[in-house]
């Protein structure tokens, strides 16, 4: 986080949330992640089409933003695969438990005033923290 400023941090919340508030006017849905694709590979997926291009959206879009040169900073994950897995299949289970991620519970559930979403919420930062504070200081993971 070397190339950190306020300033970059300000315009990707304020795009984060400017696109959210877009796909639910436009679409009438939340903009949570964890739903999106937790529906894309279950029985009851009845229209696939959008959540493919729009998952397709998330991953593509900094690969081709990161090729034009604009962003700020270089991102590079140095950490070992069934650490990733083992992550990923945390993250998976604790929006199953919380039913959401942090995108659909922190940005478009907060927006509306939901208690639930910021229990949710501060549960997950919570959570991160002391995750975070384990693998760093207590397994020397990530550094």
Not at 5 to 26: K, W
Not at 95 to 122: D, E, V
Not at 128 to 135: E, F
């Amino acid at each position: 986080m070397e190339n950190f400023t306020p300033f970059s941090a300000l315009a990707g919340g304020l795009l984060i949330g400017l696109s959210s508030a877009l796909f639910l006017l436009l679409n009438g849905r939340r903009a949570g992640i964890s739903g999106i694709a937790g529906d894309l590979f279950s029985f009851r997926c009845v229209n696939p089409g959008w959540r493919l291009c729009f998952l397709a959206g998330l991953v593509l879009g900094p690969l081709l933003i990161g090729k034009t040169g604009w962003l700020p900073v270089d991102v590079q994950v140095n950490d070992s695969l069934p650490l990733m897995a083992a992550a990923g299949l945390l993250v998976g289970y604790g929006t199953s438990l919380g039913s959401g991620c942090t995108s659909g519970h922190g940005i478009c559930g907060l927006a509306r005033l939901s208690k639930r979403s910021l229990a949710a919420t501060l549960t997950f930062m919570l959570s991160a923290g002391i995750t975070v504070y384990i693998a760093r200081h207590l397994l020397g993971a990530g550094s």
